[in-house]
């Protein structure tokens, strides 16, 4: 966390992405992106920081149930994805041309992996979701989940929407960490 706020990261989570698009190269200048679950910020510092969105003109859309301190060159949304309301809006401000949906939500942790796992994957349900209502043609979903009895399930559900996915840990995350990444690439829009 040290090195982070040191670089002016707001947390350790902007590395996760930075390997992310090292790897998958998702985030390019000119790129709409949507950040869910966005507290307290640090994937979307990495997204403006690679698309550039003062410069190219792209929209960089935020999402979080908590309050988060404004990002130059974000559009900062509060509210909850389970709310239609709050759907709604994210829709209206992405006006469907989003090119990448970004998730690194998880549940609070209780403690009880399975429990915590089955959580989360409720989120990255949601997530998925919310991305197949934005997401244009050729476009690319980035989601966080715990491994599990139920991530194969997601793994093989996002493999109908989308050309090419794939589960990808990054070199930042916990080594102890359940955590996976699962990116899917060039959407399939009905």
Known sequence: ????HKEGYRSRAAYKLQQIHEKFNLLKPGKNIVDLGAAPGGWTQVATEKVLPDQTGCQVISLDISEMSPIPGAVILKGDLFDQETLEELIQKSQNKIDVVLCDMAAPSTGHSQTDHLRTMVLAEVALEVSLEVLSEGGAFVVK???????????????????KVKRFKPGASRSDSTELY???QKYKKN
């Open 1 to 4: 966390m040290r090195r982070a």
């Open 145 to 163: 989940v715990l491994q599990g009895s139920d991530e194969p399930e997601l793994f093989k559900k996002m493999n109908k929407y989308f050309s």
């Open 182 to 184: 699962i990116i899917g």
